[in-house]
């Protein structure tokens, strides 16, 4: 929480432009009693994956999450938008513009409250791909506005590639959704750091930002 409020002070969150998504994480033991099995990605070689599903919403500009929940991979995606985005206003007084979402988010209930107490325009990006009868695709779809949710996919792809929290060595919801909290925390204080250090094209890119850190710090 301390991470995402000095990043919107700093503006380096504007959190006008929202996305959510949801990515797996598995089970470290197969006998963790809060794991479940859910389906898995569809590029994943099993249908099926026992762990959890780590609901998160991101500032699309900065490419940083703002706020995550945590549930067993069972569970649908669908009720954890409101949850996520009246928890960030709530938090931290942002007004998004506009939030986007895939179609596992579809439900006039959720649409007509983004629009009528966010204040913000919903947008739902089918992927075509999966939908046969392409005259039935919502108005909201465009190429451009599928590819603007490609960046919650690099974030995804960021941390459980780097901090590997694809599957971490631990054991119990609690434990996992901490590494979760510490994980999106230290994807901010890289941006942090690479804001303070004047390398805005390193926001994202944790490696090459300590590389650079360390490169300062041996020429002091």
Known sequence: MLAVLQALRRRLIGARDLIID???????????????????????PRPLLRG?????LICRGSGLPLFFLLSPAN??????????????????????????LDA???????????????????????NPKRQKNRSCLPPTWTK???GKRSSIERFFGRVFLF?????????????????VALTYAASIIVGLAAQQAGRPDLIRSPKRVLAHLWQEDSQL
């Open 52 to 56: 959890f599903r780590v609901h998160t």
């Open 75 to 100: 569970a649908h995606d669908a009720p954890f938008a409101k949850l996520l985005l009246a928890g960030a206003v709530r938090l931290y007084r942002i007004r998004p513009r506009v939030v986007r």
């Open 144 to 146: 451009e506005e599928l």
């Open 104 to 126: 596992a988010y579809w439900g006039l209930h959720l649409i007509a409250w983004i629009h009528a107490v966010l204040g913000a325009v919903a947008v739902i990006a089918w």
């Open 163 to 179: 901090f590997h929290l694809q599957r971490p060595p631990l054991c119990g919801w609690s434990e996992i959704a901490s590494q």
């Open 22 to 44: 949801s990515a797996p994480i598995l089970a470290w033991r197969r006998r963790d009693p809060d794991a479940a099995f859910g389906h898995a990605p569809a590029h994943h």
